[in-house]
């Protein structure tokens, strides 16, 4: 009977910590721009999107986040708690650039000024400052994912 109730624990815990793992830590994948394509984390739920970036020391070339929202609608971002220069890049429903920040700088007083691009959007892609003008990136291009 131990053994059973042992078992039934551990299976409980390898369950709960996939789901948590599911959860909370954020899938991975692509986005892409003409030839260039980034790694990315995708932020997907309410938790995920609210620690984004925050705290990382350091983002490899060639990486990002995708924020992902339920609907289109006026997401604004800041920089709390972020130590990376970023940009971010504001897609619509189609994947369409609606609306750039370029070399979003990290917050170093509160509080943090909000970057708000007043357009809907349903993504959000930060990636290193300095890469939205590298690759050429403007308002009206199309990403892929």
Not at 36 to 48: L, P, R, W
Not at 87 to 111: G, L
């Amino acid at each position: 009977m131990k053994k059973v109730y042992i078992a039934a624990v551990i299976l409980l815990l390898a369950f709960f910590a996939v789901f948590a793992a599911d959860y909370f830590l954020p899938k991975q994948g692509n986005v892409c721009f003409k030839s260039e394509c980034f790694a990315v984390e995708i932020a997907s739920n309410q938790e995920q999107r609210e620690r984004g970036l925050m705290f990382r020391e350091h983002l490899d070339q060639g990486n990002g986040m995708l924020f992902v929202f339920e609907s289109e609608g006026d997401y604004p971002f800041w920089m709390k708690n972020t130590k990376i220069p970023l940009d971010m890049i504001w897609m619509n429903q189609n994947k369409y650039i609606v609306y750039i920040t370029k070399n979003a700088q990290p917050c170093i007083k509160d509080p943090c000024q909000q970057i708000n691009p007043g357009k809907n959007a349903l993504y959000v892609l930060e990636v290193n400052a300095g890469t939205a003008d590298s690759l050429g990136m403007k308002e009206g291009d199309k990403l892929n994912f």
